[in-house]
């Protein structure tokens, strides 16, 4: 597990999305899986500047997102579909048909969940996810205590996540109780990973996830099992990690990952 250290919120923002334009300058083809919630939004402004300045375009990317509130209309402002729709679909430039988000409001759930792991297959599994991090260690919508081995399925959202959350949705309107998500498993098919948080209120969850031991009871701590993750984190995020001096020389000495450049 690679950790990188950066002064803020934008410099966390500007290092994801250079790394993703690597690798899509690489495999124009490549599916990029994709989180929703706040800490991503930078990564995702950052990558729409850099198609307008023509550097890089996403024009054959596919991606596909983590997870999705069940029983929210599909127009409704807060669900990810209308999200991924506008700050990824239509900031990037993608074909909508290249860009697929869990369907919560499907008759039948399970076999949502179902079409949803063979559409990932069909496409040949994520070259490259992107994940945030809750802060109760959850990733995508697997809240603490799910499989470690999990597939994508119904999970019932905690209390702490739907009161976080709350502030996407309309003043008086109640936060889902469920969603659909790619589960544990899933998520650690994809070929790289690379998780973005900032702020304080995250730090607690990332000492636990990058330095604790693995747990069910904080989901991300399974990234030290996967063997290409890298941590992007502003200063508030890593400020409860106690092996920074160790990250911090890293970035110095070894710019690269496994012996490629990053
Ligand atoms: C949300 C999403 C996650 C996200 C996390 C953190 O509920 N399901 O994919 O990473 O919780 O959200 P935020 O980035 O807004 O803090």
């Known amino acids: 597990m690679e950790v990188v250290i950066l002064a803020g919120p934008a410099e966390v923002g500007a290092h994801t999305a250079a790394l993703i334009a690597r690798r899509s300058a690489a495999s124009p083809e490549m599916v990029l899986g994709i989180a929703t919630g706040s800490s991503p939004m930078g990564t995702y ?27 929210l209309p599909r127009q409704h402002p807060a669900s990810y579909g209308v999200v991924v729709a506008r700050e990824v679909t239509t900031a990037l430039g993608l074909e909508p048909a290249n860009v697929s988000t869990p369907d919560g409001s499907a008759a039948d759930l399970h076999q949502a969940c179902r079409d949803y792991e063979a559409s990932l297959t069909a496409a040949g599994g994520v070259d490259l996810q992107i994940l945030g991090i809750g802060r109760n260690g959850h990733i995508g919508f697997n809240e603490p205590m799910s499989s470690l081995a ?77 063997p290409h993750v890298t941590m992007v984190l502003d200063e508030a995020a890593a400020s409860q990690l106690t092996l920074t001096d160790h990250y911090r020389s890293d970035e110095e000495s070894t710019p690269c990952f496994a012996g490629r450049p990053l």
């Open 45 to 71: 402004r950052e990558l729409a500047r850099l198609r307008a300045q023509g550097t890089v375009d996403f024009d054959h990317m596919r991606c596909f997102a983590l997870d999705e509130y069940v029983g």
């Open 150 to 226: 999990s597939r994508t399925r119904i999970k019932r959202l905690s209390a702490q996540t739907r009161a976080d959350n709350a502030r996407f949705f309309p003043p008086g309107e109640s936060v889902p109780t469920h969603c659909i998500t790619q589960g544990l498993g899933t998520i650690m098919e994809a070929r790289e990973i690379v998780l973005v948080a900032q702020g304080e209120a995250k730090a607690k969850a990332l000492a636990a996830a990058i330095e604790g031991p693995v747990a069910s009871a904080c989901p991300a701590s399974l990234l030290q099992f996967h």
